[in-house]
């Protein structure tokens, strides 16, 4: 089993940064393949951002390229969600996600994909 926290949301403004945290304890001794996603209210989850095992593949939704990036740091079994120029449209809860199985194609996209979840992190952003 694979725990993941994610952290470092909060209440912004529009235009402001915040840098989201996933931390994954547990069963780390392989690297998973993480994924973010998000939820706004009333709506479904979507997916934001993909990164591969080693950090060296990663998807972006269009409406956040040039805006947000992920990273991660094996060693601390953390993935990172840089979120700059925040928009009010960006407010959602943002989760964390890991597949237990290596993900090929599109599959990053769906969240069936995945198998160990976050509890989530709120991110608001105020105009």
């Known amino acids: 089993q694979v725990q993941l926290v994610e952290s470092g949301g909060g209440l912004v403004q529009a235009g402001d940064s915040l840098r989201l945290s996933c931390a994954a304890s547990?069963?780390?001794?392989?690297?998973?393949?993480m994924g973010w996603f998000r939820q706004a209210p009333g709506k479904e989850r979507e997916f934001v951002v993909y990164?591969?095992?080693?950090?060296?593949?990663?998807y972006y939704t269009d409406s956040v390229k040039g805006r947000f990036t992920i990273s991660r740091d094996n060693a601390k079994n953390t993935v990172y969600l840089q979120m700059n120029s925040l928009k009010p449209e960006d407010t959602a809860i943002y989760y964390c996600?890991?597949?237990?199985?290596?993900?090929?194609?599109?599959?990053?996209?769906?969240?069936?994909?995945?198998?160990?979840w976050g509890q989530g992190t709120q991110v608001t952003v105020s105009s």
């Open positions: 996600a890991a597949p237990a199985v290596p993900i090929y194609g599109s599959a990053y996209l769906r969240m069936s994909a995945y198998d160990y």
């Open positions: 547990g069963r780390t001794s392989r690297t998973y393949a």
């Open positions: 990164i591969s095992w080693n950090g060296g593949t990663t």
